[in-house]
């Protein structure tokens, strides 16, 4: 059965469908997960780590597919999430970036429609003329080039009519599907993924929030001519509609054009470096989309954005953690560490101390051979064992408790993700270029402020080393007297076993009501004709009950 169709014989606005399309995607895909854990229990870890890999991948081609189906705020997501390789497998943000330029324009009698909607006249009344063909398209609107009255070349950025009210529905439906997959595979933390990227769409719905994104940005480089910026025409412009001045020039990456320009490849990469210094480490509010296709190369030379829909902010506590990180890996005391990781948001539990001590001094432990006199030193290849979550066992840490207590902010996110495209691009230009020499006298003012440097951090940590050294045998002459005189106490976790029972108890009974909740949508798909997710939901179905009867075999 074909889907559902808009007047304009665009595919998946049907709320009916869209929402049977995504939860029959939703089962089909939970329902091999949930087999693969099951026969996972009879093969060697590294068959069932293959086999989870290739699993990964087909899902991700799977999903993508699926996303491009449904539109709108579903291919939003998994562009936002195609960035997040921090959070989820590579696999995944390997699938969804067929996602970024993979989405059809929309006829131009729609976006036309929003136009006089929000303005109160059609398009070719408000320009001078405007090209019918746009020049980019999005999951949320696309971008026309048009003509002012006075002459001036225009870019008019339209979203989509009806887009919020099939993107409130379809947050729902992604929040509820979520909440599902998250119970049973909750080392994804995809609640925790889905409500970061729901909050930038979300964001990006509001073009006024762009176009103030736009001054506030251009605002903080008055006066440098390295860097041009889009000017906002206020009188053509609404939360849905955004024209700015168009910028004429060659994507950053387009070497060819570079040369016709005249522009060094290495000069390029440093003004770029230092554009996106200024922005993290002195303004604190940056463009967090640079990819090659929001950079573009004027002809005289001059670095120009556009899209300003993703922007992001250093948070004070931010701030205020990344500085205690440094503090603590120059005095090595895992205490402020501590404190750096609750600071900066890593931590979404206050309760459990005893476990984000663990996995505060494990790690520490890995990275504690570093050299930081100073920041050249600095070896990344160091921290790349850090992703193997099999050896939490060594500290007695589950990966159920490391999700529980952990979380990755979204301003760390952005953060990380601006940084690895801009040094990735940076390279491109000039591979034998150190972006190290440029960054760090802005990393020092921004962690230590304009009065300290490095050097002073260092000279204070060595004075409390010592300090610390000098006391030790006293504090450790007051332990021993304790323990001899039987006033010692140690604390111990309680009920963590009858815990584990009861959550047990209760992914049992959710199997069984979401193996009836398959079978029950299963009938209803066949009675309505929909073959395939009826197919989908009644393989869902069976996987649940298999579900449950791993349970069943791992009390």
Not at 287 to 310: Q, R
Not at 326 to 337: A, Q, S, Y
Request: proline content about 4%.
């Amino acid at each position: 059965m074909s889907p559902a169709k808009n007047q304009s014989g665009q595919p998946g606005t049907s709320t009916r469908w869209r929402f049977i399309k995504a939860y029959g995607t939703a089962f089909s895909i939970l329902s091999r997960y949930l087999v693969l854990l099951l026969s996972g229990k009879f093969v060697s870890a590294d068959t069932r780590q293959n086999w989870l890999s290739a699993e990964h991948r087909r899902t991700a081609e799977k999903l993508a597919a699926a996303l491009l189906v449904l539109k709108g705020i579903y291919i939003k997501l998994g562009q936002t999430m195609s960035i997040m390789g921090n959070v989820l497998p590579v696999e995944f943000t390997e699938g969804f970036e067929q996602l970024q330029d993979a989405v059809p324009p929309h006829p131009f009698a729609e976006v036309n429609a929003r136009i006089l909607q929000d303005l109160g006249q059609p398009a070719q009344t408000l320009f001078a003329s405007i090209e019918e063909v746009p020049i980019a398209s999005a999951s949320l609107g696309q971008v026309h080039v048009a003509q002012a009255h006075s002459g001036e070349k225009l870019a008019v950025k339209i979203q989509y009519p009806g887009i919020e009210e099939l993107t409130r529905n379809d947050l729902k439906t992604i929040r509820r599907i979520v909440s599902i997959v998250h119970f049973f595979f909750p080392q994804f933390n995809l609640k925790a993924v889905i409500a970061e990227a729901a909050k930038v769409v979300v964001l990006e719905l509001d073009y006024l929030v762009e176009a103030d994104n736009i001054q506030k940005i251009a605002a903080n480089f008055t006066g440098d001519a390295r860097y041009v910026f889009p000017t906002v025409h206020s009188e053509l412009s609404s939360a849905k509609v955004l024209t700015t001045s168009f910028i004429e020039g060659a994507k950053v990456t387009d070497q060819k054009k570079l040369a016709e320009f005249g522009v060094s490849p290495s000069q390029l990469a440093r003004d770029l470096i230092e554009f996106y210094c200024k922005q993290i480490f002195q303004d604190g509010f940056y463009h967090a989309d640079p990819h090659p296709g929001n950079i573009i190369i004027t002809p005289n030379g001059k670095i120009a954005m556009v899209d300003f829909g993703a922007v992001a902010s250093v948070s004070p506590a931010m701030r205020k953690g990344m500085t205690l990180f440094v503090e603590g890996l120059i005095k090595r005391d895992t205490k402020i560490l501590g404190q750096a990781v609750k600071a900066m948001g890593f931590v979404s539990r206050a309760d459990n101390e005893e476990t984000l001590e663990k996995v505060v001094e494990y790690f520490y432990s890995k990275i504690s051979s570093l050299k930081i006199e100073n920041f050249n030193n600095l070896n990344f290849s160091q921290f790349q064992e850090l992703n193997d979550l099999v050896e939490l066992r060594k500290i007695d840490v589950s990966i159920s408790d490391l999700t529980s207590l952990f979380l990755i902010p979204k301003d760390w996110i952005l953060l990380e993700r601006t940084i690895l495209l801009m040094m990735g691009l940076t390279a491109q230009l000039d591979e034998t270029l150190n972006p190290v020499d440029i960054v760090i006298p802005y990393v020092e003012t921004f962690l230590l402020g304009k009065d300290r440097s490095m050097k002073d951090l260092l000279i204070t940590a060595s004075k409390d080393l010592l300090v610390s050294y000098i006391g030790l045998p006293g504090e450790l002459n007051k332990t021993l007297k304790k323990l001899n005189a039987g006033q010692l106490t140690m604390q111990l976790p309680d009920l963590r076993r009858e815990l584990a029972g009861i959550k047990q108890g209760i992914a049992q009974l959710g199997c069984v009501l979401l193996a009836i909740a398959g079978g029950l949508l299963s009938h209803f798909s066949y009675r309505a004709g929909l073959l395939d997710q009826g197919l989908r939901f009644e393989y869902g179905s069976y996987a649940f009950a298999l579900a449950f009867v791993y349970f069943l075999m791992n009390r």
